[in-house]
């Protein structure tokens, strides 16, 4: 079993994040992926109509590629005395080689804690999601000649991101990816390099890899760490009116098809992510504007507006106050009416990327990135590396149709008339079929080369 196409490790990783929101916690220990896939098959919350039957659609097909499907779970946060805020597990390689200890998005009781982050160097969640890690690495006694990597969508991208930066077993970790993780405030980042200095600051931060929905609007929350080089945005195809969708990791793996009978369009989800997007699309780019205004605002007003927010997230899910005990002030409240709402209106009627986005509700089915100066062209290298042989088979055809010209060029009869024409041109032909052919090769090996170097670029 398994599928032929080979997944990259980003991709994996946002595979495994999407798992987590499964929110299945009897998986036993040991137990490969795709065998806990299997035993799904037949719960209502996992089929059609079901609350996680997008992810489960996506892990379905995943599981089908050995890479993802032979991945064994281990190291699960509940089973080791954690709350339910700090959602956790890694999964393993059969042969050890390979670890992913991947970190759930915002749990029950975490939304005041994403407020907390922006304005402290440290929260409780970041600590719990640290003493995890380190937990896991003693654990399974991981050393250097292990390849580890730490993953996690939304407040588990940060979580990752803030292990990285801040665990002692950091030559441990060969890689972060953060999806739609958010940042930091000022106050982690002057800590981070006064604690390693310069040059083990950018050490670290040159470990961490960001994979964001082109249109989320979590990831720009707070002050980045990540390299505007190392950051990458895919597509997600969601309608307009689904605000909530674009921070959700399963449309970064869906696409949006017409059905005529119906006049409407048809999600369908996928085991494979999306193509990367040339850029943020009018949602995101305004989430990051709004973002860096409310990140100027002095940290005690920051504080209040964010608390605001992020208890107003929490109470959408029935929760009144935050795990670690966070409750609103009539402070906090002051703050979000005097200095909250006049940034969002302001940036809303006065920004260009709030007039972008006031455009885009108007016109627009979905908040799609606008074509720039720098266009990204996406490629299929399977596809690529396919019409390669393809032109390689032809090239090889031409080659022996060159070789049979010659051979009848030679059995032209002598006593024929002309026959010393005949046989040039006959030779000439030869001549045009061969370079022909050296063309068709040479297009074949542009191809693979092509293909082979777009596939490096998504390892």
């Given at each position: 079993?398994g ?26 220990e040991g ?57 956790a ?6 042969d ?10 915002t ?11 922006m ?6 969640q970041?600590?719990e ?5 380190e ?11 292990q ?5 996690g969508?939304?407040?588990?991208g940060?979580?990752?991101?803030f ?56 990831s720009?929350?707070g ?5 505007k080089e ?11 009116s689904?605000?909530?969708?674009y ?7 869906a ?19 999306n ?5 943020q ?9 709004l ?6 605002l ?43 709402i ?10 260009e ?22 266009i ?34 030679k ?7 002309g026959?010393?024409?005949?046989y ?9 079929v061969?370079d022909l ?10 191809q693979?080369q ?6 490096r670029?998504?390892?």
């Amino acid at each position: 079993m398994g599928s032929e196409r080979q997944l990259s490790e980003a991709e994996i990783s946002m595979v495994l994040d999407t798992f987590m929101y499964l929110d299945y916690r009897e998986a036993q220990e040991g137990t490969s992926l795709r065998n806990i896939v299997k035993d799904l098959e037949h719960h209502p919350d996992y089929g059609a109509g079901g609350i996680h039957y997008g992810e489960y659609r996506i892990l379905c097909e995943a599981v089908e590629n050995d890479a993802v499907g032979n991945l064994i779970i281990g190291c699960q946060s509940r089973a080791m005395g954690y709350h339910s805020g700090t959602a956790a597990c890694t999964f393993s390689s059969p042969d050890q080689e390979n670890i992913y200890v991947v970190f759930r998005g915002t749990g029950d009781g975490e939304w005041p804690d994403n407020g907390v982050g922006m304005t402290q160097s440290v929260t409780p969640q970041q600590q719990e999601a640290l003493q995890y890690f380190e937990e896991v690495i003693e654990k399974m006694n991981i050393d250097e000649g292990q390849h580890l990597v730490v993953t996690g969508h939304s407040k588990g991208g940060n979580k990752a991101q803030f292990v990285t930066m801040e665990t002692k077993w950091e030559t441990l970790i060969d890689v972060c990816y953060s999806v739609d993780g958010q940042g930091f405030s000022e106050k982690a980042i002057i800590r981070w390099k006064d604690k390693y200095g310069e040059e083990g600051y950018q050490e670290r931060t040159g470990k961490l890899r960001g994979i964001h929905g082109e249109n989320d609007y979590v990831s720009v929350l707070g002050n980045s760490i990540i390299s505007k080089e190392n950051i990458r945005y895919v597509k997600t195809p969601v309608d307009k009116s689904n605000f909530a969708g674009y921070h959700d990791i399963k449309y970064m793996f869906a696409t949006r098809e017409y059905n005529a009978a119906t006049k409407s369009y048809i999600t369908q989800f996928h085991g494979r992510k999306n193509e990367d997007a040339m850029g943020q699309g009018e949602l995101g780019k305004y989430a990051a504007a709004l973002s860096q205004d409310v990140m100027e605002l002095a940290p005690e007003k920051r504080d209040g507006c964010a608390a605001v927010v992020m208890q107003m997230m929490e109470s959408c899910a029935g929760v009144k106050e935050g795990i670690n005990g966070e409750k609103l002030t009539l402070s906090d409240i002051t703050d979000f009416t005097f200095m909250g709402i006049p940034l969002i209106a302001g940036s809303l009627l006065k920004g260009e990327e709030g007039k972008g986005l006031l455009r885009a509700v108007q016109n627009k089915e979905t908040f799609t990135g606008a074509l720039s100066g720098n266009i990204i062209l996406q490629v299929n290298e399977r596809e690529l590396r396919e019409c390669g042989k393809e032109l390689e088979q032809l090239a090889s055809q031409f080659r022996a149709l060159e070789l049979r010209l010659h051979e009848a060029a030679k059995k032209v009869p002598l006593y024929m008339k002309g026959s010393a024409v005949l046989y040039h041109r006959i030779e000439l032909s030869a001549d045009r079929v061969k370079d022909l052919g050296e063309k068709l090769l040479e297009a074949a090996i542009l191809q693979e080369q092509i293909g082979n170097a777009y596939l490096r670029w998504q390892d």
